[in-house]
Protein backbone atom coordinates (compact mmCIF):
# COMPACT_ATOMS: atom_id res chain seq x y z
CA UNK A 1 0.00 0.00 0.00
CA UNK A 2 1.59 3.18 -0.99
CA UNK A 3 2.17 6.02 1.08
CA UNK A 4 -0.26 8.32 -1.54
CA UNK A 5 -2.97 5.87 -0.55
CA UNK A 6 -2.53 5.79 3.23
CA UNK A 7 -2.79 9.68 2.71
CA UNK A 8 -5.83 10.00 0.56
CA UNK A 9 -7.93 7.22 2.92
CA UNK A 10 -7.21 10.16 5.89
CA UNK A 11 -7.59 12.77 3.86
CA UNK A 12 -10.93 12.04 2.12
CA UNK A 13 -14.29 11.98 3.68
CA UNK A 14 -15.86 9.11 2.41
CA UNK A 15 -16.74 5.46 3.31
CA UNK A 16 -15.35 4.61 -0.24
CA UNK A 17 -13.09 6.49 -1.46
CA UNK A 18 -11.49 6.49 -5.13
CA UNK A 19 -8.93 8.92 -6.56
CA UNK A 20 -6.93 9.88 -9.27
CA UNK A 21 -3.54 11.97 -8.93
CA UNK A 22 -1.09 13.48 -11.45
CA UNK A 23 2.47 13.71 -10.34
CA UNK A 24 5.25 16.38 -11.06
CA UNK A 25 7.97 15.85 -9.35
CA UNK A 26 7.63 14.32 -6.12
CA UNK A 27 4.38 16.72 -5.68
CA UNK A 28 0.71 15.59 -7.22
CA UNK A 29 -2.37 16.84 -7.86
CA UNK A 30 -5.05 14.51 -6.39
CA UNK A 31 -8.85 14.42 -6.74
CA UNK A 32 -10.85 12.47 -4.95
CA UNK A 33 -14.61 11.00 -5.16
CA UNK A 34 -17.36 8.86 -3.31
CA UNK A 35 -16.73 5.85 -5.31
CA UNK A 36 -20.59 4.18 -3.91
CA UNK A 37 -22.30 7.46 -5.23
CA UNK A 38 -20.47 7.82 -8.57
CA UNK A 39 -21.03 4.07 -9.32
CA UNK A 40 -24.69 4.24 -8.43
CA UNK A 41 -25.06 7.54 -11.16
CA UNK A 42 -23.01 5.51 -13.53
CA UNK A 43 -25.14 2.22 -13.12
CA UNK A 44 -28.49 4.66 -12.96
CA UNK A 45 -27.05 5.81 -16.43
CA UNK A 46 -27.63 2.22 -17.50
CA UNK A 47 -23.82 1.74 -17.59
CA UNK A 48 -21.54 -0.95 -15.69
CA UNK A 49 -19.32 1.03 -12.83
CA UNK A 50 -16.15 -1.63 -14.10
CA UNK A 51 -15.99 -0.64 -17.93
CA UNK A 52 -16.19 3.00 -16.82
CA UNK A 53 -13.07 5.20 -16.25
CA UNK A 54 -13.91 8.55 -13.72
CA UNK A 55 -11.88 11.76 -14.70
CA UNK A 56 -12.00 15.26 -13.15
CA UNK A 57 -13.43 17.65 -15.37
CA UNK A 58 -10.33 19.87 -14.82
CA UNK A 59 -8.34 17.08 -16.32
CA UNK A 60 -10.51 17.68 -19.77
CA UNK A 61 -9.75 21.53 -20.01
CA UNK A 62 -6.14 22.73 -21.08
CA UNK A 63 -3.16 23.16 -18.18
CA UNK A 64 -1.87 25.56 -16.61
CA UNK A 65 1.94 26.79 -15.73
CA UNK A 66 1.68 29.43 -12.99
CA UNK A 67 -0.46 32.03 -11.81
CA UNK A 68 -4.16 31.77 -10.78
CA UNK A 69 -7.83 31.76 -12.71
CA UNK A 70 -11.08 31.24 -12.03
CA UNK A 71 -12.54 28.83 -14.91
CA UNK A 72 -16.29 28.43 -16.38
CA UNK A 73 -17.21 24.72 -15.55
CA UNK A 74 -20.28 22.59 -16.97
CA UNK A 75 -21.87 23.29 -13.71
CA UNK A 76 -20.39 26.01 -11.52
CA UNK A 77 -17.35 28.16 -11.48
CA UNK A 78 -13.66 26.48 -10.21
CA UNK A 79 -10.98 28.27 -8.65
CA UNK A 80 -7.56 27.20 -9.59
CA UNK A 81 -3.73 28.02 -8.06
CA UNK A 82 -1.01 26.57 -10.51
CA UNK A 83 2.99 26.52 -9.77
CA UNK A 84 5.55 25.15 -11.93
CA UNK A 85 2.76 22.82 -13.93
CA UNK A 86 1.05 21.55 -11.22
CA UNK A 87 -2.49 22.17 -9.72
CA UNK A 88 -1.79 23.09 -6.20
CA UNK A 89 -5.14 24.37 -5.03
CA UNK A 90 -8.76 24.20 -6.50
CA UNK A 91 -11.99 25.32 -5.30
CA UNK A 92 -15.62 24.86 -6.39
CA UNK A 93 -18.50 27.41 -6.41
CA UNK A 94 -21.77 27.18 -7.67
CA UNK A 95 -21.51 31.25 -8.67
CA UNK A 96 -18.72 33.73 -9.61
CA UNK A 97 -17.44 33.59 -5.81
CA UNK A 98 -17.46 36.66 -3.78
CA UNK A 99 -14.57 38.87 -3.36
CA UNK A 100 -14.15 37.97 0.23
CA UNK A 101 -14.09 34.23 -0.92
CA UNK A 102 -11.88 33.87 -3.69
CA UNK A 103 -9.03 36.24 -1.22
CA UNK A 104 -9.42 33.51 1.14
CA UNK A 105 -8.81 30.55 -2.23
CA UNK A 106 -5.69 32.60 -2.76
CA UNK A 107 -4.35 32.59 0.84
CA UNK A 108 -5.01 29.25 1.35
CA UNK A 109 -3.75 28.74 -1.74
CA UNK A 110 -0.63 30.35 -0.83
CA UNK A 111 -0.52 32.65 -3.61
CA UNK A 112 -0.28 36.47 -2.83
CA UNK A 113 -2.64 39.18 -4.13
CA UNK A 114 -1.45 42.18 -5.88
CA UNK A 115 -0.85 45.54 -4.00
CA UNK A 116 -4.51 47.22 -5.00
CA UNK A 117 -5.78 44.36 -6.55
CA UNK A 118 -8.09 41.93 -5.19
CA UNK A 119 -11.49 41.66 -7.34
CA UNK A 120 -12.24 38.53 -8.75
CA UNK A 121 -10.86 37.90 -12.09
CA UNK A 122 -13.11 37.41 -15.19
CA UNK A 123 -13.96 33.26 -15.45
CA UNK A 124 -12.03 32.40 -18.58
CA UNK A 125 -13.99 29.42 -20.83
CA UNK A 126 -11.78 26.55 -22.01
CA UNK A 127 -12.23 24.11 -24.55
CA UNK A 128 -13.21 20.70 -23.60
CA UNK A 129 -10.16 18.23 -24.96
CA UNK A 130 -10.83 14.85 -26.47
CA UNK A 131 -8.48 13.31 -23.69
CA UNK A 132 -7.41 14.48 -20.62
CA UNK A 133 -3.89 15.99 -20.51
CA UNK A 134 -2.55 13.83 -17.63
CA UNK A 135 -2.92 10.59 -19.84
CA UNK A 136 -1.10 9.71 -22.54
CA UNK A 137 -2.63 7.25 -25.18
CA UNK A 138 -1.77 3.84 -24.87
CA UNK A 139 -2.50 1.87 -27.96
CA UNK A 140 -2.67 -1.04 -25.83
CA UNK A 141 -4.98 0.21 -23.05
CA UNK A 142 -7.58 1.26 -25.80
CA UNK A 143 -7.08 -2.00 -27.23
CA UNK A 144 -8.54 -3.86 -23.57
CA UNK A 145 -11.17 -0.94 -23.34
CA UNK A 146 -12.68 -1.95 -26.24
CA UNK A 147 -12.82 -5.50 -25.44
CA UNK A 148 -14.51 -4.74 -22.28
CA UNK A 149 -17.51 -4.27 -24.23
CA UNK A 150 -19.54 -7.69 -24.97
CA UNK A 151 -20.44 -6.72 -28.28
CA UNK A 152 -17.01 -5.63 -29.95
CA UNK A 153 -15.37 -9.17 -27.68
CA UNK A 154 -17.51 -11.22 -29.41
CA UNK A 155 -17.35 -9.40 -33.00
CA UNK A 156 -13.17 -10.30 -32.40
CA UNK A 157 -13.97 -13.49 -31.11
CA UNK A 158 -15.89 -14.25 -34.13
CA UNK A 159 -12.97 -13.26 -36.59
CA UNK A 160 -10.39 -14.98 -34.81
CA UNK A 161 -11.96 -18.07 -34.36
CA UNK A 162 -13.93 -18.36 -37.52
CA UNK A 163 -11.02 -20.31 -39.43
CA UNK A 164 -10.57 -23.08 -37.06
CA UNK A 165 -14.16 -23.90 -37.00
CA UNK A 166 -14.28 -26.62 -39.20
CA UNK A 167 -11.34 -28.57 -37.58
CA UNK A 168 -12.71 -28.07 -33.65
CA UNK A 169 -16.25 -29.27 -34.81
CA UNK A 170 -14.70 -32.93 -35.11
CA UNK A 171 -12.66 -32.22 -32.02
CA UNK A 172 -15.41 -30.91 -30.38
CA UNK A 173 -17.32 -34.19 -31.01
CA UNK A 174 -14.62 -36.54 -30.11
CA UNK A 175 -13.70 -34.63 -27.00
CA UNK A 176 -16.81 -34.52 -25.50
CA UNK A 177 -17.28 -38.32 -25.57
CA UNK A 178 -13.88 -38.94 -24.34
CA UNK A 179 -13.98 -36.41 -21.31
CA UNK A 180 -14.17 -38.38 -17.88
CA UNK A 181 -15.53 -37.00 -14.23
CA UNK A 182 -12.30 -36.47 -12.87
CA UNK A 183 -10.91 -34.42 -15.74
CA UNK A 184 -13.76 -32.08 -14.80
CA UNK A 185 -13.16 -32.40 -11.11
CA UNK A 186 -9.39 -31.63 -11.51
CA UNK A 187 -10.48 -28.27 -13.67
CA UNK A 188 -13.09 -27.42 -10.89
CA UNK A 189 -10.36 -27.86 -8.34
CA UNK A 190 -8.04 -26.01 -9.98
CA UNK A 191 -10.55 -22.71 -10.96
CA UNK A 192 -11.44 -23.51 -6.84
CA UNK A 193 -7.88 -22.92 -5.42
CA UNK A 194 -7.32 -19.91 -7.71
CA UNK A 195 -10.25 -18.21 -6.34
CA UNK A 196 -8.99 -19.54 -2.76
CA UNK A 197 -5.61 -18.01 -3.40
CA UNK A 198 -7.02 -14.29 -4.64
CA UNK A 199 -9.53 -14.39 -1.53
CA UNK A 200 -6.78 -15.00 1.05
CA UNK A 201 -4.43 -12.31 -0.81
CA UNK A 202 -7.69 -9.72 -0.33
CA UNK A 203 -7.68 -10.69 3.02
CA UNK A 204 -3.90 -10.51 3.68
CA UNK A 205 -4.42 -6.94 1.89
CA UNK A 206 -7.34 -5.78 4.22
CA UNK A 207 -5.08 -7.03 7.30
CA UNK A 208 -2.01 -4.68 6.42
CA UNK A 209 -4.22 -1.37 5.71
CA UNK A 210 -6.45 -2.38 9.10
CA UNK A 211 -2.66 -2.24 10.69
CA UNK A 212 -1.50 0.68 9.05
CA UNK A 213 -4.94 2.88 9.36
CA UNK A 214 -4.28 1.56 13.39
CA UNK A 215 -1.64 3.67 13.37
CA UNK A 216 -3.04 6.88 12.70
CA UNK A 217 -2.93 9.00 15.90
CA UNK A 218 -6.41 10.87 15.43
CA UNK A 219 -9.73 10.08 13.77
CA UNK A 220 -10.00 9.56 10.24
CA UNK A 221 -11.68 12.93 8.12
CA UNK A 222 -14.49 10.63 7.70
CA UNK A 223 -15.30 10.26 10.90
CA UNK A 224 -14.54 14.20 11.93
CA UNK A 225 -16.61 15.66 9.01
CA UNK A 226 -19.63 13.16 9.95
CA UNK A 227 -19.46 14.38 13.32
CA UNK A 228 -18.98 17.59 12.86
CA UNK A 229 -21.91 17.99 9.92
CA UNK A 230 -24.24 15.99 12.42
CA UNK A 231 -23.43 18.89 15.29
CA UNK A 232 -24.25 21.65 12.86
CA UNK A 233 -27.40 19.84 11.28
CA UNK A 234 -30.16 21.80 12.50
CA UNK A 235 -28.30 24.94 12.94
CA UNK A 236 -29.12 26.65 9.44
CA UNK A 237 -25.56 27.60 8.39
CA UNK A 238 -23.22 26.29 5.59
CA UNK A 239 -19.20 24.82 5.71
CA UNK A 240 -17.20 26.88 3.48
CA UNK A 241 -13.96 26.18 4.41
CA UNK A 242 -11.94 22.62 5.65
CA UNK A 243 -8.81 22.17 6.71
CA UNK A 244 -8.03 19.01 8.25
CA UNK A 245 -4.26 18.13 9.43
CA UNK A 246 -2.58 15.80 11.90
CA UNK A 247 -5.38 16.70 14.44
CA UNK A 248 -5.57 20.62 13.62
CA UNK A 249 -8.69 21.13 12.53
CA UNK A 250 -10.29 24.59 10.87
CA UNK A 251 -13.42 25.69 9.26
CA UNK A 252 -15.71 28.36 8.26
CA UNK A 253 -19.29 28.45 9.13
CA UNK A 254 -21.68 30.63 7.35
CA UNK A 255 -25.46 31.55 8.08
CA UNK A 256 -27.83 33.96 7.00
CA UNK A 257 -28.20 36.03 10.22
CA UNK A 258 -25.53 36.82 12.62
CA UNK A 259 -23.86 33.56 14.69
CA UNK A 260 -23.86 33.13 18.19
CA UNK A 261 -19.82 32.29 18.30
CA UNK A 262 -20.09 30.79 22.13
CA UNK A 263 -23.15 28.79 21.41
CA UNK A 264 -21.05 26.91 18.40
CA UNK A 265 -17.66 26.70 20.74
CA UNK A 266 -19.62 25.30 23.49
CA UNK A 267 -21.35 22.36 21.12
CA UNK A 268 -18.15 21.55 19.89
CA UNK A 269 -16.19 21.01 23.11
CA UNK A 270 -19.70 19.43 24.33
CA UNK A 271 -19.44 16.85 21.58
CA UNK A 272 -16.58 14.82 23.17
CA UNK A 273 -14.42 14.96 20.09
CA UNK A 274 -13.03 18.43 19.86
CA UNK A 275 -10.35 20.52 22.50
CA UNK A 276 -9.54 23.63 22.48
CA UNK A 277 -11.96 24.95 20.35
CA UNK A 278 -11.72 28.66 19.35
CA UNK A 279 -13.78 31.01 16.98
CA UNK A 280 -13.86 34.33 15.06
CA UNK A 281 -17.01 36.41 13.29
CA UNK A 282 -16.22 38.02 10.44
CA UNK A 283 -18.75 39.54 7.88
CA UNK A 284 -20.75 41.38 9.64
CA UNK A 285 -20.72 38.12 11.98
CA UNK A 286 -22.41 35.65 9.57
CA UNK A 287 -19.20 33.76 9.05
CA UNK A 288 -17.50 31.76 12.09
CA UNK A 289 -13.81 31.07 11.53
CA UNK A 290 -13.00 27.81 14.42
CA UNK A 291 -9.75 26.73 15.23
CA UNK A 292 -10.06 23.26 17.22
CA UNK A 293 -8.09 20.41 17.98
CA UNK A 294 -9.24 16.52 17.48
CA UNK A 295 -8.73 14.25 20.30
CA UNK A 296 -6.28 11.71 19.76
CA UNK A 297 -7.49 8.09 18.93
CA UNK A 298 -7.44 5.64 22.24
CA UNK A 299 -5.08 3.77 21.11
CA UNK A 300 -2.60 5.67 20.12
CA UNK A 301 -2.56 7.16 23.82
CA UNK A 302 -2.73 3.79 25.44
Given at each position: MSALNLQVRRWAPFAQTKFTAYWVGHRASVYAWDAA????????????????????????????????????????????????????????????????????????????????????????????????????PDPIANAWSMLQNPQIAAGVAVIVFAPLMFYMTQWVATGIAAASKASAQATLTASSQAIRADRAAAMTDRDTIDSFMSLEPYPSQFVVVSTAMNLIADKKVSLLEWTYDNGALEFILRGADPLDASAFIEMFERSGMFVEVSGTLTNQERELRMKTRVKRNAAAES
Amino acid sequence: MSALNLQVRRWAPFAQTKFTAYWVGHRASVYAWDAARINTVIAESGDLPARCIVWPETFFRPAWDDGVRLVKAIDGYEGQAWRNGLLVATRWWPEPPPESDWLLFKRSAGTPSEPGVSEVPAAVELPMLELPWTDTPDPIANAWSMLQNPQIAAGVAVIVFAPLMFYMTQWVATGIAAASKASAQATLTASSQAIRADRAAAMTDRDTIDSFMSLEPYPSQFVVVSTAMNLIADKKVSLLEWTYDNGALEFILRGADPLDASAFIEMFERSGMFVEVSGTLTNQERELRMKTRVKRNAAAES
